[in-house]
Structure formats: structure tokens, C-alpha cells
């Protein structure tokens, strides 16, 4: 086994979906109410059509710490933080991010705003 398969594990990639929950008027905002439960749906779906099980797993999160910008997907190795993120963007990521490794900028959040 070599190095670079130690470190990636049992998938190739994993999607966070951040889930939190917070109240509806608080100043930075809520995943959840940024339809993140239906966003990990889809991914989890698009995933799945693509052929993607056993190699990508999409997993529920708490907090990511980036409500301010949306509902906000992490996509580990990769360390690809992504913001903003509607439904529309989900068969993008899947079929640009997971299936031919390539970040969609657009939806790439910066380090400025990862530093909130």
C-alpha cells in the first residue's frame, strides 16, 4: 500500500454538506435554510447515477463555519471549500469536482472569506 492510498482511506473523496441549523435571524445565517438538506440529497443522488459509491462518500455536517455565505459544501482531500452552493450547482460539482477532479472556481470560496 502506498502513501497516497494511507492518506486518502476507504473513499477517494469526501463531500461535507454543512446541515447547521441556527436561528432564523441570526446575522450569519444558516446552511438549513439555504435548502442544505435537499442540496446533500442531490449530491448524494448525482453521486450515486454517476457511479461514484465506494469511491465518494457525501456525508451530513455540522457546522462548516462558513454560514455567511450560503449553504457551504467542503470536499476532502481536495480541501476545496465551496459557497453559496444552490441545487442548480450540485450536478456541476459532482460531474467537474468528482468525476474529472477539477474545482469549480466560481463557487470556490477565497481564504479571505474562509478567515470569516
Known amino acids: 500500500m502506498s502513501n497516497e492510498d494511507e492518506a486518502v ?7 461535507f454538506v454543512c446541515l447547521n441549523e441556527r436561528p432564523g435571524d441570526h446575522p450569519r445565517g444558516c446552511c ?4 442544505a438538506a ?18 465518494v462518500r457525501v456525508n451530513r455536517a ?14 476532502y ?3 476545496v471549500w465551496y459557497g ?10 459532482v460531474e467537474r ?7 469549480v472556481e466560481r463557487l470556490r470560496l477565497s481564504p479571505d472569506e474562509l478567515r470569516g
Open 9 to 15: 482511506g476507504k473513499f477517494d473523496r469526501h463531500v
Open 32 to 35: 438549513s435554510n439555504q435548502d
Open 38 to 55: 435537499a442540496l446533500h440529497a442531490r449530491l448524494k443522488a448525482l453521486a450515486r447515477e454517476k457511479g461514484l459509491q465506494g469511491k
Open 62 to 75: 455540522g457546522c462548516l463555519d462558513t454560514c455567511q455565505h450560503g449553504a457551504s459544501v467542503v470536499v
Open 77 to 79: 482531500p481536495d480541501a
Open 84 to 93: 453559496r452552493v444552490t441545487l442548480d450547482d450540485a450536478e456541476e460539482i
Open 97 to 103: 469536482h468528482l468525476v474529472r477532479g477539477e474545482a
